[in-house]
């Protein structure tokens, strides 16, 4: 689970997002947008560690670099996956089924795309639940 950090205000503010990255310039470039925000972000490195958090954070920004890494490990699809790179991959259909695998919808490729990962920073989905839920109504 990701650490929560204490906010100024006094408040506790949890991650916004997951950077899983070996890239200096991208993780240099991620943190860079999310302090631009006053957002918090927790970076992994180790696949053991993202294992625990995979499914903790609202976003997961996996960088280009990771993402075969990602896939061996057998980590499961998830909502909120964005594989985020600094120049476009060469390898555009590997990258493309990699990233299907863990559940990713979106290629943001930096500096061009700073605008809209912004706003995905800005606005995250719910944290996805983890394990099964059930539905309760009221029968008619």
Avoid: Y
Avoid at 51 to 65: H, N
Avoid at 118 to 128: E, G, I, K, S
């Amino acid at each position: 689970m990701p650490t929560p950090t204490l906010a100024p205000s006094g408040r506790v503010k949890f991650p916004v997002a997951l950077l899983v990255t070996s890239d200096p310039a991208l993780h240099q470039q991620i943190t860079d947008l999310a302090g631009d925000q006053h957002l918090t972000i927790t970076t992994v490195t180790r696949l053991d560690h993202l294992r625990r958090a995979w499914s903790a954070t609202p976003l997961v920004l996996l960088g280009a670099d990771r993402l075969s890494d990602c896939r061996r490990a057998d980590l499961p699809p998830r909502p909120g996956v964005i594989v985020v790179a600094s120049t476009a991959p060469d390898e555009l259909d590997a990258l493309r089924h990699d990233a299907e695998g863990l559940g990713a919808r979106h290629l943001a490729v930096l500096p061009g795309a700073w605008t809209w990962l912004a706003d995905q920073l800005a606005h995250p989905p719910p944290a996805p639940v983890a394990g099964p839920s059930a539905h309760v109504g009221a029968a008619n």
